[in-house]
Nanobody
C-alpha cells in the first residue's frame, strides 16, 4: 500500500510563504501524474497544481498561477508546493494525490492515492 505524507503546513500572515512537502512510501511519482488539491471549510475540494507523468509539464489553477510553484524530486519520492504571496483565501487543508496513470488531470477522481492533508492558515 502506498502511503503519502504531507508536511509543511502552518499559520502565516498574508503575503508570507510556505513550502509543502509530500513524501511517498515508494516510487509512486515516477512517470505518473501527481497533484495538489485543497479544501476550505464548507467548500468542495479543488485542484491547485499538478505535474504530468508524461512529460513533466506543470499545471496551475488560475487562482494560484504566478504565486505557487510545484516540483518533484523523484530520488526522494517527494512532491513540493512552494507557496508565495499567500492570501487569506488560500486557507485550506492541502492534499497531495498520486495517480496510477501518467496523464495529468485536474479532476480529483482521477487520482488513486491521497495523503492525510496539511492545514494552511493565512491570516489577514
Amino acid at each position: 500500500q502506498v502511503l503519502l505524507v504531507e508536511s509543511g503546513g502552518g499559520l502565516v500572515q498574508a503575503g508570507g510563504s510556505l513550502r509543502l512537502s509530500c513524501t511517498a512510501s515508494g516510487p509512486l511519482f515516477r512517470g505518473r501524474a501527481i497533484a495538489w488539491f485543497r479544501q476550505a471549510a464548507g467548500s468542495s475540494r479543488e485542484f491547485v497544481s499538478g505535474i504530468s507523468g508524461m512529460d513533466g509539464g506543470t499545471y496551475y489553477a488560475d487562482s494560484v498561477k504566478g504565486r505557487f510553484t510545484v516540483s518533484r524530486d523523484n530520488a526522494k519520492n517527494t512532491l513540493y508546493l512552494q507557496m508565495n504571496s499567500l492570501r487569506p483565501e488560500d486557507t485550506a487543508v492541502y492534499y497531495c494525490a498520486g495517480a496510477l496513470g501518467s496523464y495529468y488531470s485536474a479532476e480529483d477522481y482521477r487520482y488513486d492515492y491521497w495523503g492525510q492533508g496539511t492545514q494552511v492558515t493565512v491570516s489577514s
